[in-house]
């Protein structure tokens, strides 16, 4: 049996321009021609285009190989490549165009499918996006954001990456740390690049835990980073939450790790107080526990100066995450981990025999931006941004008797409701009305106890946040008010 190319899904790296626009040249295709087979070679060789064409590996307006060409990849004559375009061309697969070649004409996957494929990747398609988590691009300095692309693109390609980081991402990392969040990432902790909160968490389940162990964990909490823990197999124990934050009161002696977002409790908002703090660290102190520090948008607050953060009160015990996803964009896809020698060295352990570690595109731009001092001036127009449109939103949802909760802080807030069904009808309404809302029922690790919205106001346009909030006050006035 004759194949063609083992690069099945290929295309060549320069595409060539049909009269109508681009198009990709098919350098390789995923079949081959079987000359013990009774079926006809112009037929194998029309079969395996429709084939390919059909699961997506052939795309509408991609531009064939010349008969001439294929068929010398194939081994055959050029007379069963013709006979195969020939009657491709008769059912209406493929299209010549003088001068220029013969191309695909067919969508192979029908629309209906296409769309229930993009709504399963992008659930928040065609809404209005209220949910929490979300980034402010709109603070970004576009000519800012491409110079230091530009910059990082003079760099010289890598022929091996640095499993710790980029050396001037991380000294920018510290050097951030230090002044905007008073901590000092040097002397008994160093700092390494991560791929995002999740991705070190994933890593520190793996370096630093055993299968079994157990893992104290906020609830509800981030749902991603409880992913992580359960995909490397400890036993996540949830500790409830309350206006200060975890319950450090309620940790199990048998804990290995606590993860904890002291600064802006997600998705509640609650801030960590000194008192409660202290009691996590004596916790540690005594069973040797290692606690996980998400400080996922501790640089956003506006109403009083920022607590000390756990990794300053005990380095020894605590690991500092933090990233880039929050207060920039998810386009970089990286963050990073502060800890004491011997969590790092594991980490870079667990990285060297994995092979794996964060990309050193992303911190190559934000090296940049912080060099050129523009990192310091985005987070000061975020820091003027964001207080702003939190007053607009609080506005609007009290104008409707609507509660609101949640430190002033960070991108989001909380609006409480009283019950599950509440929760899940005003999810409904606000879909209805255009509009998506983040309910709190999906950050619990197991039963739902706590019910509402947590409302995020940084992923719309300063035009589209008033109009999307309206609609959700709306929507959430209609279901509270209605409800017994």
């Known amino acids: 049996m004759e194949t063609g190319s083992k690069n099945w899904g290929a295309r060549a790296d320069s595409a060539e321009r049909a009269p109508s626009g681009p198009a990709v040249l098919v350098d ?153 969040r008073g901590l000092g990432a040097g002397g008994s902790s160093a700092v390494l690049t991560t791929s995002g ?113 756990l990794a300053t009160l005990a380095p020894e015990y605590v690991v500092h995450l933090g990233t880039t996803s929050k207060i920039l964009t998810p386009t970089l896809g990286i963050g990073w981990l502060v800890a004491a020698p011997n969590v790092v060295d594991a980490v870079l352990t667990h990285r060297e025999l994995t092979g794996t570690g964060p990309a050193p595109a992303g911190q190559q731009v934000v090296a940049a931006l912080a060099r050129h001092g523009d990192l310091a001036r985005h987070l000061r127009r975020l820091r003027r941004e964001m207080p702003l449109r939190r007053a607009l939103v609080v506005e609007e949802l009290r104008s409707h008797g609507l509660r609101v909760s949640g430190d002033d802080a960070g991108s989001h807030l909380v609006v409480p409701l009283a019950s599950a069904t509440q929760e899940d009808r005003a999810i409904a309404a606000a879909r209805e009305a255009g509009v998506y809302l983040d309910g709190l029922g999906r950050h619990h690790l197991g039963t739902r106890h706590t019910f509402g919205i947590a409302l995020g106001y940084a992923a719309l346009s300063r035009a589209d946040l008033p109009v999307a909030v309206r609609s959700a006050g709306l929507a959430l006035a209609r279901v509270v008010h209605s409800s017994p």
């Open 28 to 180: 390789d295709l995923p079949f081959g021609v079987d000359r013990e087979s009774v079926v006809p070679l112009a037929v194998q060789v029309a079969d395996g285009l429709r084939g390919a064409a059909t699961t997506g590996t052939l795309r509408g307006g991609d531009r064939l190989p010349s008969s001439r060409e294929l068929a010398t990849r194939l081994g055959v004559s050029r007379t069963v490549v013709t006979a195969a375009y020939d009657q491709l061309h008769a059912e209406g697969w493929l299209r010549g165009r003088h001068g220029s070649g013969t191309y695909l004409t067919a969508s192979p996957q029908p629309v209906a499918e296409r769309a229930t494929a993009d709504q399963r990747a992008n659930p928040l398609s065609g809404l209005l996006d209220l949910g929490a988590g979300a980034p402010c691009i709109e603070t970004i300095d576009r000519a800012a954001w491409r110079r230091a692309w530009r910059t990082a693109s003079d760099r010289t390609p890598l022929v091996r990456k640095d499993r710790a980081g980029e050396p001037d991402y991380r000294e920018a990392v510290a050097e951030h740390l230090l002044r905007h």
């Open 197 to 309: 909160t999740s991705s070190a968490v994933a890593e520190l389940a793996a370096a630093m835990l055993r299968p079994g162990d157990v893992v104290a964990f906020e609830d509800p909490g981030y749902t991603r980073a409880a992913g992580a823990f359960t995909a490397a197999g400890v036993r996540l124990v949830p500790i409830p939450v309350d206006a200060d934050g975890l319950r450090a009161d309620l940790l199990p002696p048998e804990t290995k790790a606590v993860y904890c977002t002291p600064a802006h409790q997600f998705p509640l908002g609650a801030r960590m107080p000194a008192a409660r703090r202290i009691e996590l660290i004596e916790f540690a102190r005594r069973t040797g526990a290692l606690v996980i520090e998400d400080d996922y948008d501790g640089e956003l607050r506006y109403d009083t100066t920022p607590l000390p953060l």
